[in-house]
């Protein structure tokens, strides 16, 4: 019954099944090919193999077939899966967060103490443009367009690093961050000192209001994994690690639309010289814009759906 609903114009009548009836059709998949392997053992049931294995083909095809991404499906990931997505896994990012804060007030608060620490992480040619107070960012406007590609693929890379770094139980994703988190404290502090904060803040507001969040849910996605890999719970190590596996995915793939938006603001906008103010509104209301969709109301569905 299943397989000739889905049968009536393919890919198009697989989108009309339910949930239900989707694993339904799964599991008479998975049953369907374990039938054909006894059947083919049986010189005498060759008939009914090859019966089988024509309805088994013709369900692959139907399935398998259907399985093409466009950027509609897309975008309907992102408006009516990827909050719900998000909810479930708030207690990682809230982690990452909290270690990305951690080390950035840590940094912050030695490079007050002892100014010569930021020479750890900070070289000395930025070090020598903010003793002119200057800002180091300015060569970008000259090349915008090139920069803001090298500044998406940076972005990208650091996240999905960060990300990855969750395979070595977490240990990894935890390093990033605190490099990241350092990084930024240091810099902070280290351009007060100099009186040059709020061309530091200015220049960060715009593009930052995407792209610190988006490397903190990557953190939070390789805080799914590393959990996943050292607490397995009930289930056993590999399905544990594989359903980690899976969600830290879904999480992750929420930010690469945040990071492409925040590579052609840090390209073209953050270190442009527009008034102050508009680089601080368009900030808020993106972080604003941020928050109303991560946090929107939303019905939270068991992973194993959301990951269909």
């Known amino acids: 019954m299943l397989l000739s609903q889905s049968g009536e114009g393919g890919s198009s009548g697989l989108a009309r099944l339910s949930r239900g009836e989707l694993r339904e059709m799964a599991l008479l998949y998975r049953q369907m090919a374990a039938d054909l392997s006894v059947l083919r053992q049986d010189p005498t049931a060759r008939a009914h193999a090859q019966h089988v294995n024509q309805l088994l083909a013709r369900a692959h095809h139907i399935i ?15 408006h009516e899966d990827y909050p719900a997505i998000f909810q ?31 020479r750890h992480f900070v070289g000395p040619q930025m070090i020598a443009t903010m003793e002119r107070h200057q800002m180091w960012t300015q060569s970008v406007i000259s090349v915008a367009p090139l920069a803001s590609s090298a500044i998406m693929t ?12 969750g395979i070595v139980f977490g240990l990894g994703t935890f390093f990033y961050l605190y490099m ?24 960060v507001a715009p593009h930052g209001s995407l792209e610190l969040p988006s490397i903190i849910i990557a953190g939070g996605a390789g805080f799914r994994l590393g959990h996943a890999m050292l607490f397995p719970g009930e289930l ?11 969600e830290a995915t879904q999480l992750v793939s929420g930010i690469i639309p945040l990071l492409i938006v925040a590579g052609c603001l840090e390209g073209f906008l953050s270190p442009s010289h527009v008034p102050v103010w508009f680089k601080f509104t368009t900030g808020g209301m993106l972080f604003l814009l941020l928050l109303v969709w991560l946090f929107r109301p939303t ?7 959301s990951s269909r």
């Open 299 to 305: 019905k939270v569905r068991p992973a194993q759906e």
């Open 180 to 203: 990241n988190g350092m990084m930024l404290g240091v810099i902070g502090a280290a351009c007060h000192q100099f009186g040059m904060s709020l061309a530091l803040w200015s220049f």
């Open 154 to 165: 940076n972005n990208l890379a650091v996240s999905f690093v960060t990300f990855a770094g």
């Open 64 to 78: 398998y077939s259907g399985r093409k991404t466009s950027l509609l499906a897309f975008f309907r990931f992102l």
């Open 88 to 118: 479930r896994q708030l207690p990682y990012v809230l982690a990452s967060l909290a270690v990305s804060v951690a080390w950035g007030v840590l940094g912050a608060v030695i490079t007050n103490a002892r100014p010569e620490f930021m």
């Open 236 to 246: 056993r190590w590999r399905e544990s690690v594989a359903r980690g596996g899976i």
